[in-house]
T-cell receptor, first 111, second 113 residues
Framework: DTAVSQTPKYLVTQMGNDKSIKCEQN?????MYWYKQDSKKFLKIMFS???????INETVPNRFSPKSPDKAHLNLHINSLELGDSAVYFC??????????FGQGTRLTVV | AQSVTQLGSHVSVSEGALVLLRCNYS??????LFWYVQYPNQGLQLLLK??????LVKGINGFEAEFKKSETSFHLTKPSAHMSDAAEYFC???????????FGIGTKLQVIP
């Protein structure tokens, strides 16, 4: 039973398209995150939600819009995709100050 | 504010040799500290964590780390490297507040046969 699952695992799309990545956690955690990992493996937090409330938005272009329908789900919608959006996007969840549990990642390639 | 510095983006060791990956942190409050490992094309997996109490923490796969407040360090060690240890390692810090976890840039560990 996967703790944090995200879909799809791979996403190849053309510039200008709109795409979504879904994330679900079954750990009962209150906090969920989206991280972006670039080609140099640098992990940068994009968003954090706590009990469906946005608490961190780290200077991410407004083409990126997270949505949390409930505390177990955090989806990421990206409008007007650009070449520079190509990266691996990780969903994660945590509870209190505990460790973050990560999904397997979504490798987004914009062509 | 919180931050993590990992010294050495690439570390090479021989199989059977000591592994030492360095991590220094900055935090305005007592930190929670973590080491994660990432194998190719996979997500991050927790190796070990320090919250409070004993400063020497043991993790999975024979890794351990020591929290040294005076040096603001949390270096990761393993006495004897194995080929399967080759991966990317991330140090991370959480200072509470909005529960944000900040990661270092990662250290790629290469194990030479």
């Amino acid at each position: 039973d996967t703790a944090v699952s995200q879909t799809p695992k791979y996403l190849v799309t053309q510039m200008g398209n709109d795409k979504s990545i879904k994330c679900e956690q079954n750990l009962g955690h209150d906090t969920m995150y989206w991280y972006k990992q670039d080609s140099k493996k640098f992990l940068k937090i994009m968003f954090s939600y706590n009990n469906k409330e946005l608490i961190i938005n780290e200077t991410v272009p407004n083409r990126f819009s997270p949505k949390s329908p409930d505390k177990a789900h955090l989806n990421l919608h990206i409008n007007s995709l650009e070449l520079g959006d190509s990266a691996v996007y990780f969903c994660a969840s945590s509870q209190d100050r505990g460790e973050a549990f990560f999904g397997q990642g979504t490798r987004l390639t914009v062509v | 504010a919180q931050s993590v510095t990992q010294l050495g983006s690439h570390v090479s060791v021989s199989e059977g040799a000591l592994v030492l990956l360095r991590c220094n942190y900055s935090s305005s409050v007592p930190p929670y500290l973590f080491w994660y490992v990432q194998y190719p094309n996979q997500g991050l997996q927790l190796l070990l964590k320090y919250t409070t109490g004993a400063t020497l923490v043991k993790g999975i796969n024979g890794f351990e780390a020591e929290f040294k407040k005076s040096e603001t360090s949390f270096h990761l060690t393993k006495p004897s490297a194995h080929m399967s240890d080759a991966a990317e390692y991330f140090c991370a810090v959480s200072s509470g507040g909005y529960q944000k976890v900040t990661f270092g840039i990662g250290t790629k560990l290469q194990v030479i046969p």
